[in-house]
């Protein structure tokens, strides 16, 4: 066992004391590390490169989500006849979408990306790491969502996209079942987006259930995170998400 994953052992049971990772599971993230580094010489996946760094900023802090797992509707014990169903929106490189298909492998997890070059890395991967409960879908999120096989069909949406709570809420919303939820991974920037975003919330169905502020170690470096917790209390209105790139440019409740 290296290092890294010595230690992302160690900082992912403060997070969660009864959470460790398998042989299994520590070998896929092992390849999706070296798979990461090999496909950001031709292609910009990430700024982030150093193993030690991979294994902090990228791979733990995707992780976070084992703090609220249970809010979140996470199963303990999934079933497999209907397993629980997790969207990440504009999951870039896999985060936290395709570190979490790891983490629960009884879950499907669907990995949704505007960029091909993207959904092939993650196809890749995928592949390579012999992660099975993965779906790679090459969309934008103001389209996928208006599909009928795609809108309100998913137990939980992810996103750590950079964006407002306002703008990721019109994004991912729309994915989650009535009664289901959204967790947007964000920063200690949070508080600023609040209260346009809680506006948003209200037309897009939406509430925030819990705000879990926390500490974690990341590369060495002592970082703020935050985990938003929304819960789908009832069905989106047909007019959302709004026209590509509408939500991005003006984000509701913002007015």
């Given amino acids: 066992m290296t290092e890294q994953e010595e230690t992302l052992i160690r900082d992912l049971g403060k997070l969660s004391p009864e ?75 896999g985060f936290p979408g395709l570190v979490l298909a790891i983490l629960y492998p009884d879950l499907s997890v669907t990995l949704m990306d505007s960029l091909n070059k993207r959904i092939n890395f993650l196809e890749d991967t995928a592949k390579k790491a012999k992660i099975m409960n993965v779906t790679c879908i090459h969309a934008r999120a103001e389209e996928l969502a208006r599909n009928k096989e795609y809108r309100e069909q998913y137990d939980l949406a992810v996103s750590r996209a950079v964006a407002n709570l306002s703008t990721l809420s019109e994004y991912c919303l729309p994915f989650v079942k009535v009664g289901g939820s959204f967790v947007a991974y964000k920063s200690e920037k949070i508080e600023e987006e609040l209260p346009a975003g809680e506006k948003a919330l209200k037309i897009l169905g939406g509430k925030i259930a819990k705000k879990d502020d926390f500490t974690i170690t990341e590369g060495g470096e002592e970082v703020r995170r935050s985990l938003v917790l929304i819960r789908k209390e009832k069905q989106t209105p047909k007019a959302y998400p709004r026209k590509a790139g509408t939500p991005a440019k003006e984000p509701l409740g913002t007015k």
Avoid at 55 to 72: C, N, P, W
């Fill in 19 to 93: 959470r460790t990772l398998t042989d299994t599971q520590l070998e896929q993230l092992r390849i999706f590390k070296e798979n990461l580094i090999e496909w950001n010489k031709v292609m910009n996946l990430t700024a982030i490169t150093e193993p030690d760094q991979i294994y902090g900023k990228h791979f733990l802090d995707s992780m976070t989500m084992v703090r609220i797992e249970q809010e979140a509707g996470i199963p303990k014990t999934p079933d497999k006849k209907k397993p629980f169903r997790i969207i990440d929106v504009g999951t870039g490189a």
